[in-house]
T-cell receptor, first 110, second 122 residues
Framework: SQQGEEDPQALSIQEGENATMNCSYKTSINNLQWYRQNSGRGLVHLILIRSNEREKHSGRLRVTLDTSKKSSSLLITASRAADTASYFC??????????FGQGTRLTINP | NAGVMQNPRHLVRRRGQEARLRCSPMKGHSHVYWYRQLPEEGLKFMVYLQKENIIDESGMPKERFSAEFPKEGPSILRIQQVVRGDSAAYFCASSPLVRSPVHLSSGANVLTFGAGSRLTVL
């Protein structure tokens, strides 16, 4: 299975701190994507990193990809209460469909 | 652009009844995906389709579940003879057509999700 696995399963930090979530996968990939899901809502795409890229930034988000270790990390800097959500990594391999991990539940405490 | 539209948002069925969930993809998107999410869990892939064609149904249970995306109208996920274990949130997503491996690598498979349909089986 190419399913990603996020680590940790749950993370609780204080507002203003940085949050780091990790994702591991098992097979070669075309790209790796991160999505956010607010409680009771659909997923929203955050950022995509290609298999030949090592790092990518978007606002307060920083994503790294290590294909030799088959892992990725998502860093959210200067966290805000509105960042409270579940975060999922998703991978695709040679096909259009995405396979999602179990997610990290992030809680930002005011 | 209304995005991906799913309905109903909430559906309650008794065991043995049928559930039909509908999904209209984002304008300009040719592919529809269905995922199931159990409480506190990730999304499990079920099926993805383009108009009049199922491309990959490797995640669909062998019995009682079916999906279609007709030439006209929304995609339908149909669950026959529902059981309590079918209670979940069902998410639909759409994406444009992937034209090449480079296109795929660059993000043609970025998904736009609907708000989900929450099925409760009593």
């Amino acid at each position: 299975s190419q399913q990603g696995e996020e680590d940790p399963q749950a993370l609780s930090i204080q507002e203003g701190e940085n949050a780091t979530m990790n994702c591991s996968y098992k097979t070669s990939i075309n790209n790796l994507q991160w999505y956010r899901q607010n409680s009771g809502r659909g997923l929203v795409h955050l950022i995509l990193i290609r298999s030949n890229e090592r790092e990518k930034h978007s606002g307060r988000l920083r994503v790294t990809l290590d294909t030799s270790k088959k892992s990725s990390s998502l860093l959210i800097t200067a966290s805000r209460a509105a960042d409270t959500a579940s975060y999922f990594c998703a991978t695709s391999r040679g096909a259009q469909k995405l396979v999602f991990g179990q997610g990290t539940r992030l809680t930002i405490n005011p | 652009n209304a995005g991906v539209m799913q309905n109903p948002r909430h559906l309650v069925r008794r065991r043995g009844q049928e559930a039909r969930l509908r999904c209209s993809p984002m304008k300009g998107h040719s592919h529809v995906y269905w995922y199931r999410q159990l409480p506190e869990e990730g999304l499990k892939f079920m099926v993805y389709l383009q108009k009049e064609n199922i491309i990959d149904e490797s995640g669909m249970p062998k019995e009682r579940f079916s999906a279609e995306f007709p030439k006209e109208g929304p995609s339908i996920l149909r669950i026959q003879q529902v059981v309590r274990g079918d209670s979940a949130a069902y998410f639909c997503a759409s994406s444009p057509l992937v034209r090449s491996p480079v296109h795929l690598s660059s993000g043609a498979n970025v998904l736009t999700f609907g708000a989900g349909s929450r099925l409760t089986v009593l």
